[in-house]
């Protein structure tokens, strides 16, 4: 995050621009994961022939939390420290 010199328009879509990618990499984890389960699952259905319809919720939910577990600390970090960086510029960004 870059230090903002005044309040203005492009600071203000700036932050939200950095918000928006800050949210996107730390739900990438658990989409991807998500998303390779329900692949995987949704194969094992086809090839089984088996149509139950909550099968895939239990795998998705063991495989989210294992990837909290993980990748978590990671993820908590991240935001602190973006959030951090945004509470420490509002000096600079408040015109006197």
């Not at 203000?12 to 692949?39: C, E, R």
């Not at 959030?83 to 006197?96: A, D, H, K, Q």
């Amino acid at each position: 995050m870059m230090v903002l010199a005044d309040m203005n328009q492009d600071s203000a879509v700036s932050i939200a621009t950095d918000a928006m990618q800050l949210a996107f990499k730390l739900s990438a984890p658990l989409l991807i994961a998500g998303l390779v389960v329900g692949v995987v699952v949704s194969i094992f259905q086809a090839v089984t022939q088996i149509q139950e319809q909550s099968l895939q919720f239990i795998p998705k939910i063991v495989v989210s939390a294992i990837v909290l577990l993980i990748a978590g600390p990671w993820m908590l970090s991240t935001l602190v420290s973006w959030t951090t960086e945004l509470y420490g510029s509002i000096p600079t960004m408040v015109r006197r």
